[in-house]
């Protein structure tokens, strides 16, 4: 519900050359009609450009930030800094272009044959997410994840 203060929060808690590793919902993401960008849920919305902008300002650089899930998601690795100085975010674009943008990609949703199949695509998703998950403790689920995120 506080993006700031939460992520000030979490900033607190580490030290220079830790590591904040964030999942987002994508708002450019063009395989999404308008009106499901702005979900009850969802009191925020962020781009690559502006989830490196919030964090860059908090102190933090940016390691990775790349779309995710075929661009439905922003997923970020940041890493705090010893640099306590905010910077100001400079937008790049007016709201009117970002707002024009926004409906170009609503009207090209309904042309995607590929939307219609997402109710089947995220069923099986769920389906295959259940079976890899079945009979781990959330232990060693995250264990597992550490694992991997180490590996790079």
């Known amino acids: 519900e506080y993006p700031l203060r939460d992520l000030t929060h979490l900033s607190q808690c580490l030290k220079p050359g830790g590591f904040i590793v964030i999942e987002v919902p994508n708002i450019s993401y063009h395989n999404m009609t308008l009106s499901h960008k702005w979900h009850p849920g969802h009191l925020y919305s962020y781009t690559n450009d502006t989830l490196v902008a919030l964090l860059e300002t908090m102190g933090f650089t940016s390691v990775e930030c790349t779309e995710v899930d075929k661009g439905a998601n922003v997923f970020g690795i940041f890493e705090k800094t010893d640099n306590e100085i905010f910077t100001k975010i400079i937008a790049k674009n007016s709201a009117s272009s970002i707002l024009a943008n926004l409906l ?32 781990k403790s959330p232990k060693m689920i995250l264990d597992r994840l550490l694992d991997n995120f180490e590996s790079l």
């Open 104 to 135: 170009k990609a609503n009207r090209a949703y309904y042309w995607n044959l590929f939307n219609y199949l997402k109710p089947l695509s995220k069923l099986l998703k769920n389906i295959k997410e259940m079976h890899a998950s079945s009979g």
